[in-house]
């Protein structure tokens, strides 16, 4: 859904010029690949410790 979004209002657009595109293009793409950096050792598997993996570690939430 949030494809189809950013494809409808963004880059079918008239009104923007093709330099905006090209740059909310470049910022989504890295956002994407940063998202997949962080997490890949969820992606390939965790090695070692999950202490070393300080990043990936879920917030203690209790609902008590």
Do not use: C, Y
Not at 21 to 50: E, R, T, Y
């Amino acid at each position: 859904m949030a494809a189809h979004l950013l494809d409808h209002l963004v880059f079918s657009s008239r009104r923007m010029q093709q330099q905006t595109k090209s740059i909310v293009f470049g910022v989504v793409a890295s956002m994407i690949m940063a998202n997949f950096w962080w997490f890949s050792g969820l992606v390939f598997g965790i090695d070692g410790p999950i202490s070393e993996h300080w990043g990936l570690l879920w917030p203690n939430v209790s609902f008590s």
